[in-house]
């Protein structure tokens, strides 16, 4: 990125005015990836497509063909069974995207991830990390005390010391509150577009009223671009602060130089237009690099 993208977030940062953004690929060290899930099930249950990369479509058919809620039951089975296996990512790595976050004085966390590790990371720093989630569906508004919420506590207000994490896609938890399906997505951005008071004010402000880092994300992917649209409408009503994506370059997944430069710069001037740069490497190598430089500034001061 420009040296004044990094200048502008590391001012951010310090004046907790920075969201940050977490997707699957903020733990692909730990979890399986979803393309890896996919092809498993595709196998075992027999999906009938081309597509058996594609999670949220085997997803659909697995919901289809054999129950709604056993495809949401099985990635939590398959999520806890790698945990027990490889463990938690180690959050006294500072490489490691967690680790770093924990460490920056912030009071609230997004993810679409189902795990809670953001909220293990924070209270390894002695930071009373408090979990929500949103209520896209009907079960989840009419069974609240199954799917309890930070904010449900009278008077909560996230802080430095006491940080919200809250899923936008649900947690492991509440399997009734992962939107993993195709109707899941197509419900939620529906769900999100007719009542902005699915998600709770301090929300919507972190939304509209600060620096969003989205790390984990791939921008090709379809649950990125569900998400983008389902925010748009609060990035345009932002306070134009502008945004920062971490993105794996398209020119590491074996594409020729040239169309992985016309991708890098469609996609950066698509997101442009919403004040949205882009870096394009990995996570580890964008948080080593933004680790360096806060840890710079705050030892100039």
């Given at each position: 990125m420009a040296e004044i993208k990094w200048d502008l977030l590391i001012d951010r940062i310090n004046d907790g005015k920075c969201t940050p953004f977490l997707g699957a690929g903020a733990c692909a060290d730990v979890l399986p990836v979803g393309g890896v899930v996919a092809q498993t099930w595709a196998q075992t249950?027999?999906?009938?497509?081309?597509?058996?990369?594609?999670?949220?479509?085997?997803?659909?058919?697995?919901?289809?063909?054999?129950?709604?809620?056993?495809?949401?039951?099985?990635?939590?089975?398959e999520f806890k069974r790698r945990v027990e296996e490889v463990g938690a990512p180690d959050f006294n790595n500072p490489t490691k995207p967690h680790?770093?976050?924990?460490?920056?004085?912030?009071?609230?966390?997004?993810?679409?991830?189902?795990d809670d590790f953001m909220e293990q990371a924070l209270r390894s720093r002695k930071r009373d990390a408090q979990q929500a989630l949103c209520r896209w569906n009907d079960y989840l508004e009419a069974n609240k005390d199954s799917a309890p919420s930070a904010f449900d506590?009278?008077?909560?207000?996230?802080?430095?010391?006491?940080p919200v994490v809250f899923h936008l896609h649900g947690h492991s938890g509440v399997p009734e509150s992962l939107v993993l399906t195709e109707d899941d997505y197509l419900d939620f951005m529906v769900s999100i577009s007719r009542d902005e008071d699915l998600l709770p004010a301090r929300i919507r402000e972190a939304l509209a009223?600060?620096?969003l880092l989205f790390l984990g994300y791939a921008i090709t992917d379809w649950d990125f671009r569900v998400l983008f649209r389902s925010l748009v409408s609060y990035l345009t009503k932002s306070v134009q602060r502008g945004h920062i994506s971490v993105q794996l370059d398209p020119g590491k997944k074996g594409v020729d130089a040239e169309k992985a430069a016309r991708a890098q710069d469609y996609l950066n001037r698509y997101f442009g237009g919403l004040n949205i740069g882009m870096f394009w490497g990995k996570c580890e190598e964008f948080v080593a690099e933004l680790r360096k430089r806060w840890e710079a500034a705050r030892g100039a001061k």
């Open positions: 249950y027999g999906y009938p497509l081309d597509d058996s990369h594609d999670l949220i479509r085997v997803a659909q058919y697995i919901a289809v063909t054999q129950d709604p809620m056993w495809p949401k039951e099985a990635i939590i089975k680790s770093f976050l924990a460490d920056l004085p912030l009071p609230v966390y997004l993810t679409t991830n189902y506590k009278r008077n909560y207000k996230p802080d430095v010391n006491n009223g600060t620096t």
